[in-house]
């Protein structure tokens, strides 16, 4: 049997370089988690970026983290130029596909230098990997970064086991049009066997696409493209269900955390967590919220809104942007609204342990989720499991992935100020005998489709592909 090979943009381990050693972080992302059973039982490798500049690091550096990766974390790491990380990352993976695939097309850059550089990196991660792939091995790709390495990858191994798995929404038709390179997209992505995303919206979108772009039907999400047969479908990413339910962090606490438990009182808690992306919604999430106050003055001193937002790609110009305006607002809802006894919005431009965020949700009593458009969003599921008590409420936008498996939540428009500000009131409002119904019909769900079942999914439909081609539709 051949062994599993992982590829992502970033690997589960991010090495900084300080003044006197090099530091090696564990990520603990839902992708490091998921895929951590089968990493760990040996017969796989990573592959993948380690966070860091080549262009810091003296090559006897980079053999001395090449072997530590392998050796520890059996990771195989594809290492970036400045040039790479600011063309092919912040340039056309950041500036262009996350925009445009998130719908936010005035913000998309069509910028030739960065595409040429997209294909060179996913061109460089293909060099590195043909160094170690065997005829018989498995192979899952993840994400936006690298959708041209599964045919790079088919054309030198025509029988392999190739899967790729988008974590992004996959857009409509109508924006997806507008990438200049969009065969060369779809193209890239066709030389896997198997294509997975998160909704059956997407999977909708990428076939509507295939069939208008390339003139390719499908066959029950099966068609056939050059010499292989392609499966595209659903696979919802899911969380680490009982590590969330049973995690019992009191007393690995942070004596901060320990203070905002002491200081809440009376104060109902309101929680907002995200990478700081203009895709999140947070400018409109603070509008709603100050709608809220000046439509519930009942509310003033009771509620406060904890709004964490976690630093992410400050070098794009639209990040730093945003970080400024979100800064503006929350002062302007704490200038208008706080008085010497309450300040409605704590912000918190930082990232928490694990073990502090799950402290912050089982003592919050709303989570406030409102992307403007989000692939999955594991947060809101993280923090329905968190609350083992049931207690919790979710106010959720519906173009957040996740809100087709939360239906029992709290569901908004995101661009709805009102509707956001009613939905809040509905959440803190909520009987606890109503609470704890709803909650535990999601908690079924999350429980049996935790991100473990994601990754056997996926992992055993890739293995069962066969290459047989399949019938022409029936006209
Ligand atoms: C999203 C993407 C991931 C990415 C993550 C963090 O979840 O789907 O591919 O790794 O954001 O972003 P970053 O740019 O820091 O890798």
């Known amino acids: 049997m051949g062994k599993l090979i992982f590829v992502s943009n970033r690997l589960p381990v991010t090495v900084k370089k300080n003044e006197t050693d090099i530091e090696y972080n564990k990520s603990i992302g839902g992708l490091a988690t998921g895929l951590k059973s089968y990493h760990e039982q040996g017969n796989s490798v990573w592959a993948g970026w380690p966070g860091i500049s080549e262009d810091v690091l003296q090559d006897e550096e980079q053999n001395t983290i090449s072997a530590k990766l392998q050796d520890d974390y059996n990771c195989l790491p594809i290492f970036l130029s400045e040039e790479d990380i600011e063309l092919y990352y912040h340039g056309f993976s950041n500036e262009t596909i996350w925009p445009l695939f998130h719908y936010f097309t005035s913000n998309t850059q069509y910028n030739q230098d960065t595409w040429e550089a997209y294909k060179r990196v996913n061109q460089k991660f293909f060099d590195t990997l043909d160094a170690v792939i065997e005829p018989d091995d498995t192979i899952w790709i993840h994400d936006y970064q690298l959708m041209l390495l599964p045919q790079m990858i088919r054309e030198k191994y025509p029988n392999a086991q190739i899967g790729f798995f988008l974590h992004i929404p996959f857009p409509s038709y109508e924006i997806f049009r507008l990438l200049i390179w969009r065969e060369e997209i779809l193209q890239g992505l066709l030389g896997a066997n198997l294509i997975g995303f998160h909704t059956f919206d997407y999977v909708r979108h990428f076939l509507s696409s295939v069939r208008r772009l390339l003139g390719i039907e499908n066959n029950m999400y099966k068609l056939n493209y050059e010499t292989h047969t392609v499966r595209v479908d659903a ?223 996926f992992i055993t439909a890739l293995k069962n592909t066969d290459s047989e081609q399949i019938e022409d539709k029936p006209v």
């Open 235 to 457: 696979f919802p990413m899911g969380i680490d269900y009982d590590y969330f339910f049973k995690s019992d962090p009191e007393d690995k606490l942070s004596d901060e955390l320990r203070d905002f438990i002491a200081n809440t009182g009376d104060v109902q808690n309101i929680i907002s967590i995200d990478r700081l992306d203009y895709t999140k919604g947070i400018p409109d999430r603070i509008k709603a919220f100050k709608r809220f106050l000046k439509e519930y003055p009942e509310y003033h001193e009771k509620v406060r809104l904890n709004l964490i937002v976690a630093p992410s790609r400050v070098e794009v110009e639209t990040y730093d942007n945003l970080k400024k305006q979100i800064e503006v607002l929350v002062s302007q809802v704490n200038g208008e609204f706080g008085t010497v006894n309450w300040m409605p919005i704590w912000f918190f431009f930082r990232s928490f342990s694990q073990d502090d965020l799950i402290t912050f949700y089982r003592h919050s009593d709303v989570l406030l989720v409102t992307p403007l458009r989000d692939g999955m969003n594991l947060v809101a599921k993280e923090y329905i499991a968190s609350r083992n008590d049931y207690k919790g409420m979710l106010v959720m936008s519906e173009t957040a992935g996740a809100a087709s498996e939360l239906g029992e939540a709290v569901i908004v428009n995101a661009n709805n100020h009102r509707e956001i500000a009613n939905g809040i009131k509905a959440a803190l409002d909520m009987p606890d005998a109503e609470k704890i119904e709803r909650n535990k019909m999601m908690h079924r769900r999350l429980s049996r489709y935790n991100v473990k079942f994601w990754a056997d999914e």
